[in-house]
């Protein structure tokens, strides 16, 4: 009996140093990203002074005032546009890279072709490409067809980008589909179209919402790219935008932080609506595959 309880113990005691130890390192992880929250509220001498205040003085709504514009002399920061270019260029990729990701993931998933694992690979392989070592020709290229400093330049890029991990990721999901589910449905009158987008559509659906989750955070997200492809506020985006507020000798740090928010806050909220679909697609994608 002795035996049992301690055993008991021990496992509630591993299960509560492993708890800890989670929280521990989330905690470490998320400090970066409320130092940045923190800091948009913060006047920027006192995010610049030395001794460092670790707890803030006072909390104030200026250096959003200043970046828009109101309440100051500083010229304000086209945020608007910058906002408008990153939702449009991340939208329209997002959309695009899911229809063709859904067309190729289910291709490879249902289908038998010739070079089928050669294309595949191929694929992979480019994904694990970074996107920075792509940046020079993509830019002279984009500069030979008039793409430089246009949305369409960018779209074109992200969607290349993302493709072949919404391709992988819908592929993993449509293998966890049986297909006699399909082929029930067709033998009860169905097309191949219907019962694709009655039965196994609505069953993906979660595994298809997390690969355009991810799809649009990396359009949204994206730096390196959007640097070297955009010039003016027709097409830059809000990291790019972050540039704005660095000068020859001096950073509004303040300001920068309040523009990350405002990037960030787009992003929490879309990954707040799907989280449910979200969890559900990559536990359903992970089985096997």
């Given amino acids: 009996m002795s ?60 250096n959003f005032a200043k970046i828009f514009g109101f309440g100051s002399d500083q010229i304000a920061i086209p945020v608007v546009s910058y906002f ?13 890279a899911l229809l063709i990701g859904m067309a190729g993931g289910y291709a490879f ?44 330049g960018l779209i074109i890029v992200y969607v290349s980008l993302n493709v072949p991990f919404t391709i992988w990721l819908i592929d993993g999901f449509f293998r966890q589909i049986p297909m006699s589910l399909s082929e029930a449905a067709q ?22 919402a997390a690969a355009g989750v991810f799809a649009f955070l990396t359009s949204w997200n994206e730096y390196a790219l959007a640097s070297q492809l955009t010039r003016s506020t027709d097409s830059k985006t809000l990291p790019v935008g972050l540039l704005d507020f660095t000068a020859q000798f001096t950073i509004d740090w303040a300001g920068m932080c309040a523009m990350a ?29």
């Fill in 3 to 62: 035996d049992a309880v301690e055993s008991r113990a021990s496992k509630a005691a591993k299960r509560f140093a492993l708890t800890a130890l989670t929280f521990l390192l989330m905690m470490v992880m998320c400090v970066p990203g409320l130092w940045v929250i923190l800091s948009a509220f913060r006047p920027n001498a006192e995010i610049l002074s030395k001794p460092p205040i670790w707890v803030p003085e006072r909390l104030t709504l200026d």
């Fill in 84 to 96: 408008t270019n990153s939702l449009v260029i991340a939208l329209t990729s997002t959309a695009i």
């Fill in 109 to 152: 998933a249902r289908f038998r072709f010739r070079g089928k694992a050669g294309i595949f690979l191929g694929l992979m392989l480019f994904r694990a490409v970074p996107g920075i070592a792509l940046s020079l020709p993509v830019f002279m290229l984009w500069s030979w067809m008039g793409l430089i400093d246009t949305q369409l």
């Fill in 187 to 208: 033998v009860d009158g169905c097309t191949a179209w219907q019962a694709f987008w009655k039965i196994e559509f609505p069953l993906a659906r979660s595994g298809i």
């Fill in 261 to 289: 928010v405002i990037i960030i806050i787009p992003a929490l909220i879309l990954t707040f609506l799907v989280q449910k679909h979200l969890i559900a697609g990559l536990t359903f994608g992970g089985v096997k595959g």
